[in-house]
T-cell receptor, first 109, second 114 residues
């Protein structure tokens, strides 16, 4: 069965500390992977996708096919990074996204 | 606002009543998705349209649920004989040529069934 695991419901870090949000997936085939973010009172929006290999708002994510992981990282957390983060693989056949349960990132002073 | 819009934003209904939600995608997007999100969970896929064709439905979509996209533009999601377990946030998203597989989400419709 296709599955996405985000093991941490809540991750609390101090401003300026490194951040790593974990995502492991179990998928047949070669999924494309996304991270979506939801800031307070805003709609769900794309943060980054592995295929573009971009750094968005200082975040990066590397796809590790051997470990089937797609962890999201940022070297120095900012207060404005506080939000709900969802890992979401996508398989091409139906174009649907399968979301993890999400990790709430809380950045404190 | 040229993003995905959903109406209504909130709906309170009594058990057994029917409800209908509307989604207006970004105008040039040919794909439209419905998801449901319950407290503490990520969004779960319900159904997907490419233009007016409904190409996939999740097992979550019981017979009480029906979705349409009659002209390949806006879509409606109807829930008949609502149950308390239907209480959730219903999200709509769209994507299209040029977006890759990026889906753009609406603000959602929060349903509460009493």
């Amino acid at each position: 069965a296709q599955r996405v695991t985000q093991p941490e419901k809540l991750l609390s870090v101090f401003k300026g500390a490194p951040v790593e949000l974990k995502c492991n997936y179990s998928y047949s085939g070669s999924p494309e992977l996304f991270w979506y973010v939801q800031y307070s009172r805003q709609r769900l929006q794309l943060l980054l996708r592995h295929i573009s290999r971009e750094s968005i708002k200082g975040f990066t994510a590397d796809l590790n096919k051997g470990e089937t992981s797609f962890h999201l990282k940022k070297p120095f957390a900012q207060e404005e990074d506080s939000a709900m983060y969802y890992c979401a693989p996508h398989t091409g056949t139906a174009s649907k996204l399968t979301f993890g349960t999400g990790t709430r990132l809380q950045v404190t002073l | 606002d040229t993003g995905v819009s959903q109406d209504p934003r909130h709906k309170i209904t009594k058990r057994g009543q029917n409800v209908t939600f509307r989604c207006d995608p970004i105008s040039e997007h040919n794909r439209l998705y419905w998801y449901r999100q319950t407290l503490g969970q990520g969004p779960e896929f319900l159904t997907y349209f490419q233009n007016e064709a409904q190409l996939e439905k999740s097992r979550l979509l019981s017979d009480r649920f029906s979705a349409e996209r009659p002209k390949g533009s806006f879509s409606t999601l109807e829930i008949q004989r609502t149950e308390q377990g239907d209480s959730a946030m219903y999200l709509c998203a769209s994507s299209g040529w040029g977006t890759g597989e990026t889906q753009y989400f609406g603000p959602g419709t929060r349903l509460l069934v009493l």
